[in-house]
């Protein structure tokens, strides 16, 4: 392939990406208008949001293998033929269960294009100068769409309506199909020595809706009732089921001796319980500011827009330059203090909160914060594998990134609507009441974000590779 088409290539990849970071900040602002349209309650609100994450998450591995057996490109093209056609029944749902439907199967798009987008690049530079000015392209875009889709998403929902936020990926992956078709390198597919691990795949996914759906009803339900133990107890069975699976299959989709390395372990549980903090900030933040405060979309979205700026350019200008100099452990750390920090001062906000006063500091320490952990948590993931199973670690905290978001939002919304009910209750005023749910899912993303540094300061194995630290690859489940 020659240079030229390579970089011509490279925008192609770089905007399917940035059309997946696009669809879930600006799903975000315009989550509350979601809600009025079509009737949801804050904990069915959440599976707006999980729907998309928990396929996502569970297909981000399984889509890296496709590509190896069938092709990386062919696999960026189903990806985006399917996240095309599912934003088109995103748009025009008018029932919860079918906008839920289809975002679900936008996260099985968004998985192919993101796991065939990487190896695609990784593919089409294979010169380690190229590649390092390849990735850094790939991860400026990347820092770029969360800034991008928050303004984007203010705009078409007030000037249009929340259904534009969808239809806006049709002329996008129409023009992305084409221009795939004649820029990007038809890879022969390897060849499959194995069967794929699809039954991994369907049973790990499976279980971990099964944990999400109890959680996130089990207020309605009773946490003690027959069915939240049933639904539980069904997500217990095909998770054990998952790890004999993976144990006997020769070609497993999660090789579990690697997730006993340590620094990879600990990486995992880092990238979920900080997951957790990250999707309760713009959820919570984002209610708080339309249904407490009164804001419009796009009020909402130049409220988001500062933090999301400064998060592209700390992660760009300046984390990896603290990762060589500092090693992993302090820029990690002090990154997720400072969104604990941020989300405890969100958690603060009264019912006549001020922005300037109340939000925007919070706001602006989740963004430095955001920006610098990013670089050394995926450095931290590959200190412990080799160069052929780099995309391996990303890959395994990546997913563990966008299920611990699902999972923990659920348990964090569940939390909130059982303080606003508490709070109603007792007589407090709906404002309020709702107001008092919002903080407490706020204080507890704090605890989340606050105990993934403590595990990241205590725990990781200091230092880092200085040529790992220009190249770690980004989350596309950025919140």
């Known amino acids: 392939m020659s240079g030229r088409r390579r970089w011509l290539a490279l925008p192609v990849v770089c905007v399917g990406e940035m059309m997946i970071i696009l669809d879930v900040v600006i799903v975000g602002v315009a989550l509350p208008w979601i809600r009025e349209d079509l009737a949801f309650s804050d904990d069915t609100l959440v599976w707006v949001v999980n729907a998309y994450l928990l396929t996502s998450g569970g297909f981000l591995l399984l889509g890296g293998r496709l590509g190896d057996y069938f092709g990386h490109r062919r696999m960026f093209l189903l990806g985006i033929a399917l996240f095309t056609l599912s934003s088109v029944a995103c748009g025009i749902a008018t029932s919860q269960g079918l906008l839920i439907a289809a975002r679900a199967v936008q996260g099985v798009g968004g998985a192919l294009i993101s796991a065939a987008g990487l190896s695609l690049v990784m593919t089409m530079f294979v010169d380690s100068k190229e590649r390092t000015k390849a990735m850094g392209v790939f991860g400026l875009v990347v820092a770029g ?12 929902t007030d000037a249009f309506d929340w259904r534009w936020i969808f239809y806006i990926n049709v002329p996008v992956g129409i023009a992305l199909f084409t221009l795939s078709l004649w820029l990007l390198p038809a890879t022969r597919s390897r060849s499959a020595k194995g069967r794929l691990d699809v039954a991994g795949a369907v049973t790990a996914t499976t279980s971990l809706t099964l944990l999400a759906y109890a959680i996130a009803n089990a207020n309605t339900w009773g946490w003690a009732s027959t069915q939240t133990l049933g639904v539980l107890a069904g997500a217990g069975a095909l998770m054990v089921l998952f790890v004999v699976i993976e144990r006997r299959v020769r070609f497993p989709l999660v090789p579990l001796p690697l997730l006993g390395r340590r620094n990879i372990a600990v990486s995992n549980v880092v990238a979920g319980s900080w997951a957790a903090a990250q999707y309760a900030w713009f959820f919570f933040t984002a209610l708080y500011l339309q249904v407490v405060l009164g804001y419009s979309a796009i ?35 002090t990154g997720l203090a400072s969104v604990a920090l941020g989300l405890v001062l969100l958690s603060r906000a009264p019912v006549d909160g001020s922005f300037a006063l109340d939000v925007l500091p919070g706001m602006i320490l989740v963004g430095i914060g955001t920006g610098m952990a990013f670089n050394p948590l995926y450095v931290s993931a590959m200190n412990d594998v080799g160069g052929a199973e780099s995309g391996l670690g990303s890959g395994f905290v990546n997913t563990s990134f966008t299920l611990g978001g699902a999972i923990g939002l659920a348990a964090l919304v569940s939390l909130a609507t059982a303080r606003t009910d508490s709070l109603a209750s007792s007589g407090s005023e709906q404002l309020a009441a709702l107001t008092g749910g919002y903080h407490a899912g706020l204080l507890v993303g704090a605890l989340f974000a606050a105990t993934a540094a403590a595990c990241a300061a205590l725990l990781l194995r200091f230092g880092a590779a200085p040529d790992q630290a220009s190249q770690a690859e980004p989350s596309t489940g950025s919140a």
């Open 145 to 156: 769409g969360g800034a991008v889709g928050v303004l984007l998403g203010g705009i078409l």
């Open 299 to 333: 009020q909402i979205a130049l409220a988001f827009f500062a933090p999301r700026v400064i998060m592209g350019v700390v992660s760009v200008g300046l984390s990896a330059r603290l990762v060589i100099r500092f090693g992993i452990r302090p820029p990690l750390a």
